[in-house]
């Protein structure tokens, strides 16, 4: 089931949304300030790519002081709308039965996407 799940998500989007991520998470890289901020925007299209059967969990250790204020920078830079963009899709999704596991992953991605900052992929 995660494997039909990942390719349906996949096919109807995961892969735009994960290539979206990952080229502005290059463009980010370019500067020294900006790379942190991609690392996690390639964590988050890693993510996009197989949602199904994966989970961001905290870090060791985590959440931590830098995490924290990474996380409040992220928000104040305006990456919070990436987070309401994956919200607005769940709702939109979950609206139907058949859509509801698709709308639970734009969910989670929402969350991930939110505070992305001392999470990993397991």
Do not use: R
Not at 97 to 107: D, L
């Amino acid at each position: 089931m995660k494997f039909l799940g990942n390719i349906t998500w996949l096919v109807l989007g995961g892969l735009v949304i994960a290539l979206i991520y990952y080229i502005v998470g290059l463009l980010m890289c370019i500067t020294v300030v900006g790379l942190p901020f991609g690392i996690q925007l390639f964590k988050l299209g890693t993510y996009a790519l197989w949602p199904f059967g994966h989970n961001l969990v905290d870090g060791p250790n985590e959440p931590g002081c830098i995490s924290i204020v990474m996380n409040v920078i992220w928000i104040l830079l305006g990456w919070w709308e990436i987070a309401t963009i994956h919200l607005a899709f769940g709702l939109i999704l979950c609206i139907t039965v058949v859509g509801v596991p698709w709308g639970i992953q734009h969910f989670k991605m929402a969350l991930a996407s939110f505070f992305p900052f001392g999470k990993e992929i397991q």
